[in-house]
């Protein structure tokens, strides 16, 4: 692991990586890239690899666990042994857990579980390289598989950080402003910007933590936008396949 930095922004506004303070990294992602499951999901975030399949909605065993109105949502956030420097141990830790509740929750205010009583749709995001922002790399990814499974949402959800290095707000945080910064904010937002995820590390001022509302719901934005495009990328590709075999 480096040391820290002296400087994470330098005179001309630019941060280690040759971002601007308010950029996000280059993000790319695919659905439909596994064949057993009923949706998914492979994103690069900057160096985060991450996988995400959803399968469901199914009927939940045992059934003492269905909720008689409504579809369970399962979620497991998972960083493969592999993904960070120190090898991972395997099996759910602390930081595991609270990962996948929380981004659990991040979903259950969008997709319409009242469909699919004594259902369950479990949703598994896979980290396979960590490079600072996994967990919301995972929720943009699960949103992606959701949305490919077809289970119905009302809308997207986006996910992205806002941290704080040399007095200044960063979007999308990197590794050394993850480990050394003085603030990582991540949240997740539907297209409406109803914060559906926020948590907070470090310290930022009242006034601060508006101000990386505003740029996470920037950031959002933008990643929905590349959302939508892979979305409508697949399905025209699929109405195309339709038009042909006729
Ligand atoms: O990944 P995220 O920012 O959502 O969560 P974090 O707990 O703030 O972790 C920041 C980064 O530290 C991760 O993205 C990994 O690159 C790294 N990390 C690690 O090297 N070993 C761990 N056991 C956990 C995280």
Redesign the pocket.
């Known amino acids: 692991?480096s040391d820290k930095p002296e400087k994470f922004i330098d005179e001309n506004g630019l941060r280690l990586d040759g971002r601007r303070v308010d950029e996000i990294r280059p993000m790319k992602m695919e659905i439909g890239v596994l064949s057993r499951a009923d949706g998914s999901c492979y994103l690069e975030w900057g160096k985060?690899k991450v996988l995400a399949a959803v399968y469901g909605p199914r009927e939940l065993h045992p059934r003492r666990l269905q909720k008689a109105d409504s579809a369970l949502i399962r979620y497991r956030y998972n960083?493969a042994a592999f993904?960070?420097?120190?090898r991972?141990r395997p099996g759910p830790?602390r930081?595991s857990i609270e990962?996948s509740k929380v981004s659990r929750e991040a979903f259950e205010p969008v997709v319409l579980t009242h469909l699919y009583p004594g259902a369950v749709i479990d949703v598994f995001a896979e980290?396979l390289q960590?490079?600072?922002?996994?967990?919301?790399?995972?929720i943009n990814a699960a949103c992606m598989a959701l949305a490919d499974a077809g289970i119905p949402m009302k809308g997207l959800v986006s996910a992205c950080?806002v941290g704080k290095v040399d007095g200044q707000l960063v979007l999308d945080?990197n590794?050394p402003e993850?480990?050394y910064g003085d603030a990582?904010i991540?949240m997740a937002m539907t297209s409406d910007g109803e914060i559906t995820l926020v948590q907070m590390?470090g310290d930022v001022t009242p006034e601060e933590f508006k101000q990386a509302i505003e740029m996470c719901k920037e950031g959002c934005r933008q990643i929905m936008e590349l959302q939508k495009e892979t979305l409508k990328n697949k399905f025209t590709k699929l109405e195309d396949v339709e038009i042909s075999d006729d």
């Open positions: 692991m985060n960083m993904s960070v420097e120190d991972i830790s930081r990962i980290v960590a490079d600072a922002g996994t967990r919301t790399a995972a950080a945080l590794k993850d480990n990582d991540p590390d």
